[in-house]
């Protein structure tokens, strides 16, 4: 797999999620989306304070660790609207507006890539997005997360532990297979019928083409 394409695609993803970043930090700051904002702004300053003292070395790694994770649980717990929001704005974008603009996130059409189908002469239907999405955007996290806080805080944290650790064994095997496949297809490809072209290599497939030499006519 050409190294430059895939830090192409590494970098249209990141891109990506910078644009959910921002969109999903502008809807954190709309208060009347959730009726526990009061707290869950107290609990994430407190959270951003835990952070700074770590930083600054005032705390261990073992104490932060321990913070951070009671902190992460009320945030969870207070912003739920906020992780339903983000499955919601992942859905519309990985999947809605890439279905209407035919294959392209903002990062993708910057670095000018497509998603195609396998097959590349069929197109693409909403479910293969669909698929796509759940599996590379980390939403089998997100709505597991949602039903383990249901759960008492015990039980949350044995359930989220779990689905954590596999959605970082699932990110690592989509990223060593985007890497050393030979069609840079991942786990999300393959399960959702896709693989990512380079708009860029299409001028160059052309130049290759040697096109037929007139024929010289001999006047002798």
Do not use: C
Not at 24 to 49: C, D, H, R, T, W
Not at 53 to 59: A, P, R
């Amino acid at each position: 797999m050409n190294n430059n394409f895939v830090f192409r695609r590494i970098g249209a993803y990141l891109i990506d999620i910078l644009v959910i970043a921002i969109i999903s930090a502008g809807i954190v700051e709309l208060s009347f989306l959730n009726p526990k904002f009061e707290a869950y702004k107290e609990v994430s300053n407190q959270y951003n304070e835990t952070l700074s003292d770590y930083y600054n070395k005032e705390i261990d790694i073992d104490k932060f660790s321990e913070k951070s994770k009671e902190l992460g649980y009320e945030m969870n717990k207070n912003g739920q609207v906020y992780i339903i929001s983000g499955i919601i704005l992942s859905l519309i974008y990985y999947g809605g507006f890439v279905y209407w603009t035919k294959g392209q996130t903002l990062g993708k059409k910057l670095f000018k890539l497509k998603i195609v189908h396998k097959d590349s002469t069929k197109n693409l239907k909403f479910y293969n997005y669909l698929i796509r999405t759940i599996i590379l955007n980390g939403l089998i996290l997100n709505i597991l997360t949602l039903i383990a806080l249901q759960f008492s805080k015990n039980t949350y944290f044995e359930i989220y532990n779990i689905i954590s650790n596999l959605d970082t064994i699932i990110i690592m095997i989509i990223f060593l297979m985007v890497m050393f496949s030979k069609d840079g297809r991942g786990l999300h490809d393959i399960l959702a019928m896709t693989k990512v072209i380079d708009l860029k290599a299409k001028p160059a497939l052309e130049s290759k083409i040697i096109k037929p030499k007139k024929e010289e006519h001999n006047d002798e």
